[in-house]
């Protein structure tokens, strides 16, 4: 049975209370956000394997969510288990820390070609990359 991910706790150690959602300029923000990251993973033959047969138009619709949910909105995220979705990728196409690395990296250099300060983008891209055991199915659930 799908569950929803758990909502992750405000900035903790920024003193903001505001979401992480709303520092990038909210719900337009992150289509448009989600949008030149797809874009980006598309152009980079590092990590292009992993998306070879994939609907990548389900894809956004559901990072989307996700990524709404991570960064302190509300999402009706009730998609598969962050593990689940990626264990053929794991399995059968070699998903690893270096891959996940390279996503990591491309997350950052969006952020950076879309204006969001160095210490924006460092808090996206760390609550993002809390996820590395989730997506390589190392988690201990």
């Known amino acids: 049975m799908d569950e929803p ?26 289509d448009t956000l ?16 992993f998306f ?3 609907d990548i ?3 956004r619709n559901h990072q989307r969510k996700l ?7 509300k999402s009706d995220y009730r998609g598969r288990r962050i593990d689940d979705a990626h ?6 196409r ?3 820390d270096r891959g996940f690395d390279v996503v990591i990296e491309i997350l950052a250099l969006t952020l950076g070609d879309l204006g969001y300060s160095g210490e924006l983008t460092r808090r996206v891209v760390g609550r993002v990359a809390a996820f590395r055991d989730e997506v ?6």
């Open 94 to 96: 070699g998903l690893d």
């Open 5 to 30: 991910i758990a909502q992750t706790e405000s900035d903790s150690g920024t003193g903001s209370t505001v979401p992480l959602l709303e520092q990038l300029g909210g719900e337009k923000a992150l």
């Open 87 to 92: 264990r053929r990728l794991v399995e059968e």
């Open 57 to 59: 138009d389900a894809i």
């Open 52 to 54: 070879d047969d994939a």
């Open 67 to 73: 990524f709404e949910l991570v960064l302190g909105g």
């Open 136 to 141: 390589l199915c190392k988690s201990k659930s």
């Open 34 to 49: 989600i949008g030149a990251f797809y874009f980006n993973v598309l152009q980079d033959k590092r990590v292009l394997r």
